[in-house]
């Protein structure tokens, strides 16, 4: 046990075959050392807690990494270049739950929350440790397998360490990283351009940014500022989000709207894989979808007014499943309330509703929850609103993010440069 503690923090054991003690596996590196910390770690009742502490408090731990304590031509680079003996400290990357957890610790937003229920890795509202992931050993996520996550089917002693192009791309390209980037750099808003910088390099490396890192910075924030590119001002017909809420029905307003996260291709909704996350099943497609698994994570498309016009609504619900006992649908306007509302099970209902006048910003809601139990659900519905020289089709126009949405700004990209870095990934 103390082999795989020693293991943990130094990038190899004492014996480096965690699993295999005896004559046929390698001799310990310090064979007195390694008895001394069992019979200690006996000693205080088996405490893993007071071995971690022993370990990181000990002047062996705490040494400068080579890059600082020695050169190519020193002894110890010829004479221990594997670092058996530990005249230096190792350099070791983190693993992936750990820089996944780090990340979101230093951008606010890791949820220290303890529970029995796991979650999605890929889940947009997934906030929590990696430890809490949920791992099926069927099909196991291929961002486990591209971060050497270790096979659940075998019995894995060691995590071997690869370095391949889909670990950089998955930070530099993928979702996570960008909004870990966002939410850091929005930590350090309200300073001025240095205290920024300063400021992300505190809570990153636990240190202040030297003079000509600070220098580089800031020529980096200029120049990414000078090279954004501007978003389009020509103003764009379609005007509907995707998402999930829950409809007051005696209010006749939607409680809160919350976007669905992930875009698949073909739907919007809550994470990679369905069911995930709290809203469930909820998900929408170009000419229908399916609701959450309760009423509080209902599905809702959503038309934004452009300008001040009067529309016609039109369009079929319809349910078709013999299972189950149907859906509710409803067409609630932010101006007007209620407009329409129909049940339908194993039937369609026509949903329409003529000269509704809006103005610029009104929302229009098609919202979609479950008849009563969460059973053969999914239903069909897209709406068309209609003015003067206007159309709005939610089957036609259904799109994926507005590619200007996912630009960072360049405080963000600065940002994740420094999330990033080895300095970050590395314990050294």
């Known amino acids: ?7 943990h923090h130094f990038g190899s054991g004492l ?15 310090h064979p007195e050392l390694l008895d001394w910390l069992a019979r200690r770690f006996v000693a205080e009742g088996w405490s893993v807690k007071a071995m971690h502490r022993l370990i990181l408090s000990s002047m062996v731990y705490q040494q400068a990494p080579a890059s600082v304590s020695m050169t190519a031509a020193s002894p110890a680079a010829t004479l221990d270049p594997e670092n058996r003996l530990l005249s230096h400290a190792p350099t070791h990357r983190l693993s992936f739950e750990q820089i996944r957890d780090g990340m979101l610790a230093v951008s606010g937003q890791l949820d220290l929350s303890m529970s029995v229920q796991s979650a999605g890795l890929l889940d947009a509202t997934n906030k929590r440790r990696t430890v809490y992931s949920f791992v099926d050993r069927q099909f196991l996520p291929g961002t486990f397998r591209t971060f050497d996550f270790a096979n659940p089917d075998l019995h894995v002693a060691v ?15 993928g979702p996570f990283a960008a909004g870990c980037a966002k939410a850091l750099a929005q930590r350090v808003s309200e300073r001025t351009p240095k205290e920024r910088v300063q400021e992300l390099h505190q809570l990153l490396y636990q240190r202040k940014a030297t003079s000509l890192e600070l220098r580089i910075a800031l020529q980096f924030i200029s120049a990414a500022g000078a090279d954004s590119p501007k978003p389009s001002s020509v103003e764009k017909s379609v005007q509907w989000q995707y998402g999930y809420g829950e409809y007051d029905e005696a209010a006749g307003r939607v409680k809160l709207f919350t976007p669905l996260p992930k875009f698949t291709g073909t ?62 649908g409803f067409i609630v ?26 103005k610029a910003g009104d929302t229009i809601d098609f919202i979609v929850d479950i008849g009563g139990t969460l059973s053969y659900d999914q239903f069909l519905w897209s709406p068309v609103l209609q003015s003067s020289g206007a159309r709005w089709d939610a089957k036609t126009d259904f799109a994926g993010p507005d590619p200007t949405l996912l630009l960072l700004t360049p405080w963000e990209q600065y940002a994740q440069v420094l999330l990033l870095s080895n300095e970050f990934a590395f314990a050294d």
């Open 1 to 7: 046990m103390v082999n795989r503690i020693w293991q």
């Open 15 to 29: 014996v480096k075959t965690p699993s295999d003690f005896g004559l046929r596996s390698e001799m310990p590196s």
């Open 159 to 173: 995590r071997h360490e690869t370095t391949v192009p889909q670990q950089a791309l998955f930070y530099m390209n």
């Open 267 to 328: 739907s919007w909704q809550g994470s990679e894989v369905l069911p995930g996350g709290a809203s469930g099943w909820a998900m929408l497609t170009a000419d229908g979808g399916h609701p959450g698994n309760t009423r509080e994570f209902a599905c809702i498309r959503r038309w934004i007014a452009p300008r001040d016009i009067t529309v016609n609504i039109s369009g079929i619900l319809k349910h078709e499943p013999e299972q189950g006992d149907g859906v509710r």
């Open 333 to 358: 306007s932010s101006r007007h309330g209620a407009l329409k509302q129909a049940s339908v099970y194993k039937s369609q209902e026509d949903m329409s509703a003529e000269q509704v006048v809006v």
